[in-house]
T-cell receptor, first 115, second 111 residues
């Protein structure tokens, strides 16, 4: 069964606007972590933001915030004030704290920021 | 610089050959991983080592063999390369609760 689902293969956003990239997850582990990574066209994987399942507040890192809705099992990434350099693939990932501890990735969303 | 470094960056080889990809991290992490990213960009875990001990061994052909001489190194050896092995292979490392830090990837092309 798919553990991480990203339903938007591609998204467009105008420069300076905000965009939300969707991510839903499935786990029966009560303790887990959710991650977002950016992969620009140059290919490297860049860690953006982390949310723990027990964290009460939504995580924020600069222009990135994670809209964590535990009951809905969603962990959407919000990018505010989009910049041209935000154009990239974005991956949502989950690590379950019992068991394997490796990250399981979603299929990714390609974001294109338009001037 | 502190980082996860993997070599080579590009690897072009013929079917049937044997090749290795090397990975080193100087972040003091205790867990290292190999991921495969296919042509559709999907990332899948292949192997994970914690303090030189193999802890994840996904359904990967046994032509793929990881080797961890110490906790800062995790190499990937591939025997009898096939066309379907063409992909980008990422090495990564982490501490128990930390995000994964990825190397820059090795693009393997099998002709």
């Amino acid at each position: 069964a798919q553990k991480i689902t990203q339903t938007q293969p591609g998204m467009f956003v105008q420069e300076k606007e905000a965009v939300t990239l969707d991510c839903t997850y499935d786990t029966s582990d009560p303790s887990y972590g959710l991650f977002w990574y950016k992969q620009p066209s140059s290919g490297e994987m860049i860690f953006l933001i982390y949310q723990g399942s027990y964290d009460q507040q939504n995580a924020t890192e600069g222009r990135y915030s994670l809209n964590f809705q535990k009951a809905r099992k969603s962990a959407n990434l919000v990018i505010s004030a989009s910049q041209l350099g935000d154009s990239a693939m974005y991956f949502c990932a989950m690590r379950e704290d019992t068991g394997r501890r490796a990250l399981t990735f979603g299929s990714g969303t390609r974001l294109q920021v338009q001037p | 610089d502190t980082a996860v470094s993997q070599t080579p960056k590009y690897l072009v080889t013929q079917m049937g050959n044997d090749k290795s990809i090397k990975c080193e991290q100087n972040l003091g992490h205790d867990t290292m991983y190999w991921y495969k990213q296919d042509s559709k960009k999907f990332l899948k875990i292949m192997f994970s080592y914690n303090n030189k001990e193999l802890i994840i061994n996904e359904t990967v052909p046994n032509r793929f063999s990881p080797k961890s001489p110490d906790k800062a190194h995790l190499n990937l050896h591939i025997n009898s390369l096939e066309l379907g092995d063409s992909a980008v292979y990422f090495c990564a490392s982490s501490l128990v609760e930390s995000p994964l830090h990825f190397g820059n990837g090795t693009r393997l092309t099998v002709t």
